[in-house]
């Protein structure tokens, strides 16, 4: 066999046998920078090694300081897992390594990502004539859908943001909750706005804009104007009203960018679709596919009602490059912040294909029903108090006071049946639960009960 192929042959049968330990793997770890710097590290090596030692050194240097974010107790921040199906995807994609810029170096790739496109618009119930881009992350589709407001905004008083920069221009009025995610902030920085360009709307106990402040601020706002709303928020789970926002914000004539980060998937769900009520109305959106989808890291999806807007603030042109015109093939880099790019739609694609609608629909409803089992459970303990309205898939839980609720916490984490969070919520230190797996079942949630009751207890 040769060196390449044994190299390929342990990589397989280790993925194989860490999918299959994931459930059982103690989630958390304490493996510390020094120690994997011991094993990892070392002089710069100067000489070749075969392949096969390189993968066999990476997996025993890295194990140890592997999280299992990918198995069923992982419930911190807002993590999804990998559907295996969409890891062997990944694996194609990297073996394939098409650079999916254009569709000349990659027709396949530029087909798969129209293909799931298109799937995706309908089951996230965004407009048929939408464009999207797949991006790294929700962080990179908030900097797209952005990019698109930013032009069209500017645009419409008569300035080209493309060619002339901010410079000059008239000034724009960002209106966005006081509990945005931080990740708008940050696109708003690279887009030269600033952070200081966003007027805050004052948020409820949920953290959703509370209207009477969204209308005065709203109110306040002249000239080109950018309302961020959220559905789902990062802490509690909950949604902006949509409805009344994207119609006050359109009267105005100002654009809609809905933050759905994890928020835009309870589309799928009859149960859960009255929380997005008023989505399909805003000019662009941001998600994740690599949260609540389920598929591997990178994967993040822009969406935008203004395709024109779109590829006026993406699109790229060079004479040594072959693009299609308009309506034909689709060049990913007129959509997307890169040039060369990796093939992300072949997971996304995998994703859809193999669990469908209706595995979607269910695999969303058991995450949410499964925060409900956390919430009823917890709560019937004395001193444990659920802060949040469980309307999602996010859980918030108090054990008291701040010291109490974080020490908690720690002995979780160093328990390791189950892995989760803090968060400082309204001035309060607490729980964070996220069940963003394909893979948590009632009884991993029950499991991790018992033990987040035994760490209280025991401090
Ligand atoms: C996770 C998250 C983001 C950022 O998404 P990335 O995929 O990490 O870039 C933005 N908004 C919300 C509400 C999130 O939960």
Known sequence: MSDSDRALRAAAAYAEDFIARLPE???????????????LGGPLPEEPQPGADVIDSLIKGTEPGVVATAGPRFFGFVIGAALPTTVAADWLTSVWDQNAGLFAAGPSASVVEEVAGSWLKELLNIPAHASFS????????????????RHHVLAEAGWDVERDGLQGAPPITVVAGAERHVTIDRALRYLGLGTAVVSAVDADDQGRMEMGSFRDVLARAEGPTIVCAQAGNVNTGSFDPLTEICDAAHEQGAWVHVDGAFGAWAAVAPSLRPLLAGAERADSWATDAHKWLNVPYDSGLAFCAHPNSHRAAMSVHASYLVQSEDGGERDQMDWTPEFSRRARGFTTYAAIRSLGRRGITEMIERSCANARRFADALAAEPGVEIVNDVVLNQVLVSFGDDERTKAVIERV??????????????????????????????EDVDVSVEAILRCAREV
Not at 25 to 39: F, I, P, Q
């Open 25 to 39: 793997r103690r989630v958390g770890t304490d493996a510390s920078a020094d120690e994997l710097r011991a094993v």
């Open 134 to 149: 797949l991006v790294t992350g929700c962080q990179m589709a908030h900097f797209v859908g952005l990019a698109s407001a």
């Open 413 to 442: 984490q160093a328990d390791g049946t189950c892995w989760l969070g803090g968060t400082v919520w309204h001035g309060r230190a607490l729980m964070r639960i996220s069940v963003s797996s394909w893979s948590t079942t009632a």
